[in-house]
């Protein structure tokens, strides 16, 4: 069974940072990639970033320039720098471990709002 656990959600004004967190535990053999969704309330979950275990980063255009993806492979643990954050960044943001398999973890609140 594999596990993921998000931290570092929460409230912050616009133009503020935070940094999301997750650790993946469990019988973890094969890692193809860890990244993040998000999922605004009324609309689709969509991919923020993903990077890949050869090094690769991928974000979606709307957070280029602002997110920064960064991850351990030897301890299957994925960050989220967020800087610049702009209201329409509010949403529930989750983690993800792709291997033969996808896990996910439980997701954790990100709201920008004054």
């Known amino acids: 069974q594999v596990q993921l656990v998000e931290s570092g959600g929460g409230l912050v004004q616009p133009g503020g940072s935070l940094r999301l967190s997750c650790a993946a535990s469990?019988?973890?053999?094969?890692?193809?990639?860890m990244g993040w969704y998000r999922q605004a309330p009324g609309k689709q979950r969509e991919l923020v970033a993903v990077?890949?275990?050869?090094?690769?980063?991928t974000y979606a255009d709307s957070v280029k320039g602002r997110f920064t993806i960064s991850r351990d492979n030897a301890k299957n643990t994925v960050t989220l720098q967020m800087n610049s954050l702009k209201p329409e960044d509010t949403a529930v943001y989750y983690c993800?471990?792709?291997?033969?398999?996808?896990?996910w973890g439980q997701g954790t609140q990100v709201t920008v709002s004054s």
């Open positions: 990077r890949t275990t050869g090094g690769t980063a």
């Open positions: 469990g019988s973890i053999f094969v890692v193809n990639s």
């Open positions: 993800y471990i792709n291997g033969p398999v996808r896990y």
